[in-house]
């Protein structure tokens, strides 16, 4: 557990949160080109907003076009145009649900599957490589932060 600097003044306390906004802002910006890079692994087509809802559709197991809807905060019309494109990229695939004839359940294809799951085995490579020299308590501590931040 981290105990907190209770000596710290504002000022210090001021330029650390400008640091960490700093270096958080990189993040993103890390994170953007790398969904680029990885939805053209997957498919030179594939635009960003798919590949987000495919490795959702993936982790998920099954999704509908109404809950990729809310869970992303897009238009259905968005949300439809992806999942076309998807379905014509042949990465995932979609059936009438059970319950309720009037929605289709989207799933992952296999290849897409297998497609992403090497991204992710190149993404935790790359990711172990950077925090090596980080002890597993600096480790706990930096998730700590971004678990708080993502509360906020």
Known sequence: MITPDVTATPAEIDTALGDLQTHLNLIFARTRTLWRESAARIAPEL?????KLLTFIDRAGTASAHELAE???MDKSVIS???RMLEELGLIESRADERD???????????????LA???SDHASRLRTVVAELTPDEIHAASKVFRLLAEV
């Open 47 to 51: 635009q960003v907003g798919g590949y």
């Open 71 to 73: 869970r992303f905060e």
């Open 81 to 83: 145009r992806q999942v």
């Open 101 to 115: 004839g009037r929605l289709r359940v989207l799933t992952a294809t296999p290849a897409a599957c297998a497609a």
């Open 118 to 120: 090497e991204l992710r």
